[in-house]
């Protein structure tokens, strides 16, 4: 079992910049890999971007490529999505997402653990 618990999000200007944090529990977070997705109002939730157990390799979804680093930490059972150039079609809840296999996969229905989400609201 993994319990992941986001944070970060907030209110900012286009342009600006954040960092989400995903904090896990469970034995099992250094042997998995992490992805961060997103839902915007009236939009089905989407990938962002992925990381695999070791940190070694990482994905991005188009729209947020160049603009965002997804990096972690397992020492402190954290995952993190450093956001740049915030954009006004980046408000969203983000959610953390953890799977049971150690590589990068995008699809919703590979993940087995979700956070409650944070939201992410930028202004123009």
């Known amino acids: 079992q993994v319990q992941l618990v986001e944070s970060g999000g907030g209110l900012v200007q286009a342009g600006g910049s954040l960092r989400l944090s995903c904090a896990a529990s469970?034995?099992?977070?250094?042997?998995?890999?992490m992805g961060w997705f997103r839902q915007a109002p009236g939009k089905e939730r989407e990938f962002v971007a992925a990381?695999?157990?070791?940190?070694?390799?990482?994905l991005y979804a188009d729209s947020v490529k160049g603009r965002s680093t997804i990096s972690r930490d397992n020492a402190k059972n954290t995952v993190y999505l450093q956001m740049n150039s915030l954009k006004s079609e980046d408000t969203a809840v983000y959610y953390c997402?953890?799977?049971?296999?150690?590589?990068?996969?995008?699809?919703?229905?590979?993940?087995?653990?979700w956070g409650q989400g944070t939201q992410v609201t930028v202004s123009s």
């Open positions: 990381i695999t157990w070791s940190g070694s390799s990482t």
């Open positions: 997402a953890a799977r049971s296999g150690r590589t990068i996969r995008t699809s919703l229905d590979e993940y087995d653990y």
């Open positions: 469970g034995r099992t977070f250094s042997s998995s890999a």
